[in-house]
């Protein structure tokens, strides 16, 4: 059971949370125009490039985390990024929000954890 619990839930866990970023980077790839609008709407200055490395950082960080490749430099990665975007782009302070804001506080902890405990035993240590 231990052996199992160690192979499989780090396993799960990756594709869980990489899935999760890879397919936010996927919908806001595909609604562009709106999500660089979203960023000219909250004042930056050149906003395509913030919504460049938005989806650059989403889409091969979850990439990463799936494939098992940099695991721990991508979860660290996508942390801090959840953490500002969390902070940079808050919402009004309904319960709804609060449940956001809870949720994201979440996956930063698991992001965490991932980046602390790194990969599965499968992994070659070139890929560590």
């Known amino acids: 059971m231990d052996r199992w619990i160690t192979l499989y839930t780090t396993l799960i866990g990756r594709i869980l949370l990489g899935g999760f970023f890879l397919w936010s ?3 806001k790839a595909l609604n562009f125009s709106g999500f660089v609008d979203f ?9 395509l490039y913030v919504a460049m490395g938005v989806l ?3 889409i091969l960080a979850g990439i990463a985390l799936i494939t098992d490749v940099k695991t721990r430099a991508a979860a ?3 942390a ?6 969390t902070f940079l782009f808050p919402q009004v302070a309904t319960s ?7 949720e994201n506080m ?11 405990y790194g990969t599965s035993r499968w ?6």
């Open 25 to 27: 980077g996927i919908e």
């Open 96 to 102: 709804g929000e609060t449940q956001l804001f809870l």
């Open 123 to 128: 992994t070659p240590a070139w890929q560590r």
């Open 56 to 58: 650059v950082v989403e």
């Open 76 to 78: 660290l990665v996508l």
């Open 80 to 85: 801090i990024y959840m953490l500002l975007w």
């Open 39 to 47: 960023f000219a709407h909250k004042g930056y200055a050149n906003p």
């Open 106 to 116: 979440a996956i930063v902890g698991g992001l965490l954890l991932t980046a602390g």
